[in-house]
């Protein structure tokens, strides 16, 4: 594979004839397009493209929520885009098969809650958790404001025209930052977000508590924590 130095055409992806183009890092690669593949069918390999797709699909979905790929740092070599380094975290977090174990949305563990709950239904997601009290370093002077920010992930459709897996993503508007109060939140699904749950058996909501300055920046964020 080669480096492409000087960027003549542009910034390129895909492949024209045989010749492929990628992006990596903020740099552009070209390769020939290989002869020919034939997946490999044996359980291992299966399972590792059913890893790799979940990693991916659930990544992509942290990527396009705004506060939480404000969160992840930018690699300074260059080597590895944000997205790149979620899919990598993530494809040794979660099963494949049944969404056992525990996706990351941000890439420290942060700080944890106390009693925290989620609840999927059928209409809603739902977080309650024990107020944050005084002792989690939070600077009221600075982190002013506070949001939630998920995703749900589902596998095992019950139909043959749904993906293998789907994820929907949210995020609530910005409250006060509230540290005495035990926290309640719901936030209910649309119509078309309730119809697609609906068609999925295994189906988990992970979701993130961050703080905020007065210019929406993150300052802090909690643990992981899912349904």
């Known amino acids: 594979m080669a480096r492409l130095i000087t960027q003549v055409l542009g910034v390129m992806?895909?492949?024209?004839?045989?010749?492929?183009?990628?992006?990596?890092?903020?740099?552009?690669?070209v390769s020939a397009k290989p002869s020919g593949y034939t997946p490999r069918t044996d359980a291992p390999s299966v399972a590792r493209k059913k890893q790799f797709k979940t990693a991916v699909e659930i990544s992509k979905n942290i990527n396009d929520i705004p506060v939480l790929k404000a969160v992840w740092p930018v690699d300074p070599t260059k080597?590895?885009?944000?997205?790149?380094?979620?899919?990598s975290v993530n494809y040794k977090l979660?099963?494949?098969?049944?969404?056992?174990?525990?996706?990351?949305?941000?890439?420290?563990?942060?700080?944890?809650?106390?009693?925290?709950?989620?609840?999927?239904?059928?209409?809603?997601?739902?977080?309650?958790?024990?107020?944050?009290?005084?002792?989690l370093g939070i600077d009221t002077s600075i982190e002013k404001y506070s949001c939630l920010a998920g995703i749900i992930v589902m596998k095992s459709p019950t139909d043959q025209l749904s993906q293998d897996i789907s994820v929907l993503k949210f995020k609530t508007i910005r409250a006060n930052l509230d540290l005495i109060t035990d926290i309640d939140v719901s936030i209910p699904l649309s119509v078309i977000d309730q119809q697609v749950?609906?068609?999925?058996?295994?189906?988990?909501?992970?979701?993130?508590?961050?703080?905020?300055?007065?210019?929406?920046?993150?300052?802090?964020?909690?643990?992981?924590?899912g349904s």
């Open 13 to 29: 992806t895909g492949s024209v004839g045989d010749i492929v183009f990628r992006r990596r890092g903020g740099r552009s690669y």
């Open 79 to 87: 080597q590895m885009s944000k997205f790149q380094k979620m899919v």
């Open 94 to 135: 979660v099963s494949g098969e049944d969404l056992t174990g525990n996706p990351t949305l941000t890439p420290t563990f942060g700080f944890e809650m106390t009693t925290p709950l989620v609840q999927l239904n059928t209409d809603s997601v739902h977080f309650t958790a024990g107020q944050l009290g005084v002792n």
């Open 197 to 225: 749950l609906a068609k999925y058996t295994v189906k988990r909501a992970f979701f993130a508590f961050l703080t905020l300055d007065d210019n929406n920046n993150i300052v802090q964020h909690s643990a992981t924590y």
